[in-house]
């Protein structure tokens, strides 16, 4: 730094170039850093309520949800997504809407001062941008989507009213553990005493385990609420003192959506009505993301992990779509063959692989044989578009994941911000 001119001429790809550079470790999983920032920028409390959003799958879809219920019932909403797509900017949002360079350059300003060369890594720069944009504004709720983790991930120095597990998989076992307990304990690390909890379905022992031993007053899908797939485009929720029926299916899972109304009615008397108009139209970039391109149907999906590909082959099972095509891209620390397996014994499709970037990126080549030598190996997302464009003259069903980054290469297809 050249002091505080320098600071001020920075735009927000410089800064992200910076705070990328101001720890020696990506991810250096701890607490006490944070609590001390937090400590020296007065952030806490930051809003009158506060909501915790942790799992392996359906965190995002969970947060935009809660967002999206408590907007259109009138309160005032600062939410975190994680990770971007292709803006940085995705990761805060005020209102439903995403801050502007200025703004998050501002914010970035701020922790720079404070921290006095305090060792930070990128994400716990980033989540300290949110909960100062946070703490400055007249907030009712903020919604804070957990990393990969939960109980030392850089959001739980804050306490929250209400946490919430969406589900429990395999992912990230080097930082997690090796089984779906020890994840699970390690989500659950979001957990106060007799805090109100929002389980998802299905989870380890563990969870139960560590609300129970909290105190925490806990309500769990299929124990306190239940969602049921309707024939046809709908859905119905169920729960201890709210019923609602056929509700038209949109773009996100009845599961995630089912959370988030568990969330919501703890926060604000909910209006059927407004729920109705409100459910089928939230949408969230790369969550079963249907678009019209080249005369063919695209499917984009962020699913990377065995239980998010399973949980969307169901999704695309209820829809009635299927594809003829499949681009797939992985990073290299995941679970390649169980996510090929899950998706392939439920789909019959020509599979396209391609390569995706940056430190964990896996070449196509790569993928192919951790897939078992299945699929044909392409550069990327555009050349698997010239291919499919070339080879199939009728319209065609084309499911596109397995990264981020997929979903980043398509943008950059298209010459577009967002598919949405």
Same mark, same amino acid.
């Given at each position: 730094?050249?002091?505080?001119?320098?600071?001020?001429?920075?735009?927000?790809?410089?800064?992200?170039?910076?705070?990328?550079?101001?720890?020696?470790?990506?991810?250096?999983?701890?607490?006490?850093?944070?609590?001390?920032?937090?400590?020296?920028?007065?952030?806490?409390?930051?809003?009158?309520?506060?909501?915790?959003?942790?799992?392996?799958?359906?965190?995002?879809?969970?947060?935009?949800?809660?967002?999206?219920?408590?907007?259109?019932?009138?309160?005032?909403?600062?939410?975190?997504?994680?990770?971007?797509?292709?803006?940085?900017?995705?990761?805060?949002?005020?209102?439903?809407?995403?801050?502007?360079?200025?703004?998050?350059?501002?914010h970035f300003e701020a922790i720079e001062l404070a921290r006095d060369g305090l060792p930070l890594t990128y994400f716990e720069f980033s989540s300290l941008a949110a909960l100062v944009a946070f703490?400055?504004?007249? %907030?009712?709720?903020?919604?804070? *989507?957990?990393? /990969?983790? $939960?109980?030392?991930?850089? &959001?739980? !120095?804050?306490?929250?009213?209400?946490?919430?597990?969406?589900?429990?998989?395999?992912?990230?076992?080097?930082?997690?553990?090796?089984?779906?307990?020890?994840?699970?304990?390690?989500?659950?690390?979001?957990?106060?005493?007799?805090?109100?909890?929002?389980?998802?379905?299905?989870?380890?022992?563990?969870?139960?385990?560590?609300?129970?031993?909290?105190?925490?007053?806990?309500?769990?899908?299929?124990?306190?609420?239940?969602?049921?797939?309707?024939?046809?485009?709908?859905?119905?929720?169920?729960?201890?003192?709210?019923?609602?029926?056929?509700?038209?299916?949109?773009?996100?899972?009845?599961?995630?959506?089912?959370?988030?109304?568990?969330?919501?009615?703890?926060?604000?008397?909910?209006?059927?009505?407004?729920?109705?108009?409100?459910?089928?139209?939230?949408? %969230?970039?790369?969550?079963?993301? *249907?678009?019209? /391109?080249? $005369?063919?149907?695209?499917? &984009?999906? !962020?699913?990377?992990?065995?239980?998010?590909?399973?949980?969307?082959?169901?999704?695309?099972?209820?829809?009635?779509?299927?594809?003829?095509?499949?681009?797939?891209?992985?990073?290299?620390?995941?679970?390649?063959?169980?996510?090929?397996?899950?998706?392939?014994?439920?789909?019959?499709?020509?599979?396209?692989?391609?390569?995706?970037?940056?430190?964990?990126?896996?070449?196509?080549?790569?993928?192919?044989?951790?897939?078992?030598?299945?699929?044909?190996?392409?550069?990327?997302?555009?050349?698997?578009?010239?291919?499919?464009?070339?080879?199939?003259?009728?319209?065609?069903?084309?499911?596109?994941?397995?990264?981020?980054?997929?979903?980043?290469?398509?943008?950059?297809?298209?010459?577009?911000?967002?598919?949405?």
């Amino acid at each position: 730094m050249n002091g505080v001119a320098d600071i001020n001429s920075r735009s927000l790809d410089k800064w992200l170039d910076y705070i990328q550079e101001q720890h020696d470790k990506e991810i250096d999983m701890g607490l006490d850093r944070m609590f001390e920032m937090v400590k020296r920028l007065d952030l806490n409390p930051i809003a009158p309520k506060v909501v915790t959003v942790a799992g392996t799958n359906g965190k995002g879809s969970t947060c935009i949800t809660i967002e999206q219920l408590l907007l259109s019932h009138g309160l005032k909403v600062g939410t975190t997504l994680s990770p971007h797509v292709f803006r940085f900017n995705e990761r805060i949002r005020l209102e439903g809407g995403e801050l502007s360079d200025q703004e998050i350059c501002g914010h970035f300003e701020a922790i720079e001062l404070a921290r006095d060369g305090l060792p930070l890594t990128y994400f716990e720069f980033s989540s300290l941008a949110a909960l100062v944009a946070f703490s400055q504004c007249d %907030l009712d709720v903020v919604i804070l *989507e957990i990393g /990969l983790g $939960g109980r030392l991930d850089a &959001f739980n !120095v804050i306490d929250a009213d209400i946490a919430v597990v969406t589900s429990i998989g395999f992912d990230h076992q080097e930082f997690l553990g090796e089984s779906l307990e020890e994840i699970g304990k390690e989500k659950a690390g979001i957990f106060r005493p007799e805090q109100k909890v929002v389980l998802g379905a299905d989870m380890p022992r563990t969870v139960y385990e560590t609300s129970k031993a909290l105190g925490c007053e806990e309500s769990a899908m299929g124990k306190n609420f239940r969602y049921q797939e309707g024939k046809g485009s709908s859905w119905s929720y169920f729960s201890e003192d709210l019923n609602m029926e056929a509700i038209p299916r949109g773009s996100l899972s009845a599961h995630n959506l089912s959370l988030a109304l568990e969330v919501t009615r703890e926060l604000v008397d909910i209006d059927p009505s407004i729920v109705i108009q409100t459910l089928p139209v939230i949408s %969230l970039q790369g969550r079963m993301t *249907e678009l019209l /391109l080249d $005369g063919h149907n695209y499917v &984009f999906d !962020v699913c990377h992990n065995s239980q998010g590909a399973g949980f969307f082959v169901r999704e695309l099972k209820l829809r009635g779509i299927e594809p003829d095509f499949v681009i797939c891209g992985m990073f290299r620390n995941k679970d390649h063959q169980q996510v090929f397996l899950e998706v392939s014994r439920n789909i019959d499709a020509e599979w396209i692989l391609i390569d995706t970037r940056g430190a964990r990126g896996f070449r196509s080549k790569e993928l192919r044989e951790a897939f078992g030598g299945n699929g044909m190996c392409l550069p990327g997302f555009n050349d698997a578009r010239a291919y499919i464009k070339k080879k199939s003259s009728n319209p065609s069903t084309v499911l596109a994941f397995g990264s981020f980054n997929v979903l980043e290469q398509a943008c950059e297809s298209m010459n577009v911000l967002r598919i949405s």
